[in-house]
Each structure stands twice: as C-alpha cells, then as structure tokens.
C-alpha cells in the first residue's frame, strides 16, 4: 500500500512541479536565471519544512502511509530538494553543523562533478 501511496503523490507531485514552473516561466520568460527551479526548490523546503514541523510537535498525526504519500510521493515528484533541504537541517539540528555542511559541501559539489563527467562522457568525439 506505501508503494501505491508514493507512486501516487510522485504523480501528483511531479503535475504541481509543472505547473508551477509553466507559470513561472510564462511570468519571467525573459531571465537567465532558473526562477522557476528556485520557485519550486524553496516552496518544497518550506512545506517540507511546515510538514515536518507539525508532525514533530504533534499538531497533525498521520498514518504512515499518508506520511510516506506527501514527503515522498508528493514532495519528492514535486522537488527532491526538499529531502535534500529536510535532512541537511536534522543533520545540523540533531548530530553536527559540520555534518549538515558536509553534506551541503559534498552533494552540491559532488552534484555538479557527476553533472560535468556526464556531460562529457555523452559528448566525447568518436574518432
């Protein structure tokens, strides 16, 4: 059934991704910089955030299986930034700032490395 759930919300998440970034991009068409992965990274940190939040302090309690369809499913389809932003902060908050920066350093880093030996792997010359 948790599988079902996170197939569902990633469905559900991953139409709300594209939608935002369709309005976004029909309001800033024009600029270079990616306003609408930054639109869609910082509104999944904030309801990843919010939803967090209100788990830990008991305001909402879910079943499990709805909590796996939103964080997931839902927020996972829509960015997986929002993980990435979640687990960076209970890093910071629970073991170590050096950890949480370690992982910011090594993942952003480490990210755009894979993205550069990708890229040229794809685009060396056959001679």
């Given at each position: 059934?948790?599988?079902?759930?996170?197939?569902?919300?990633?469905?559900?998440?991953?139409?709300?991704?594209?939608?935002l970034n369709h309005a976004v991009h029909t309001?800033?068409?024009?600029?270079?910089?990616?306003?609408?992965?930054f639109a869609v990274n910082l509104a999944g940190?904030?309801?990843?955030?919010?939803?967090?939040?209100?788990?830990?302090?008991?305001?909402?309690?879910?079943?499990?299986?709805?909590?796996?369809?939103?964080?997931?499913?839902l927020l996972g389809g829509f960015t997986t930034?929002?993980?990435?932003?979640?687990?960076?902060?209970?890093?910071?908050?629970?073991?170590?700032?050096?950890?949480?920066?370690?992982?910011?350093?090594?993942?952003?880093?480490?990210?755009?490395?894979?993205?550069?030996?990708?890229?040229?792997?794809?685009?060396?010359?056959?001679?």
């Amino acid at each position: 059934m948790t599988w079902l759930a996170v197939a569902a919300g990633g469905a559900i998440g991953s139409v709300a991704r594209h939608a935002l970034n369709h309005a976004v991009h029909t309001q800033w068409l024009a600029t270079r910089f990616p306003a609408a992965t930054f639109a869609v990274n910082l509104a999944g940190c904030l309801l990843v955030g919010l939803l967090a939040g209100l788990l830990a302090t008991n305001r909402i309690q879910l079943p499990f299986a709805w909590r796996e369809f939103l964080v997931v499913g839902l927020l996972g389809g829509f960015t997986t930034f929002s993980t990435f932003g979640l687990e960076t902060f209970v890093l910071g908050r629970t073991y170590s700032t050096w950890m949480a920066a370690w992982n910011v350093a090594a993942q952003v880093g480490g990210g755009l490395a894979a993205v550069w030996v990708g890229y040229s792997l794809a685009t060396i010359s056959r001679t």
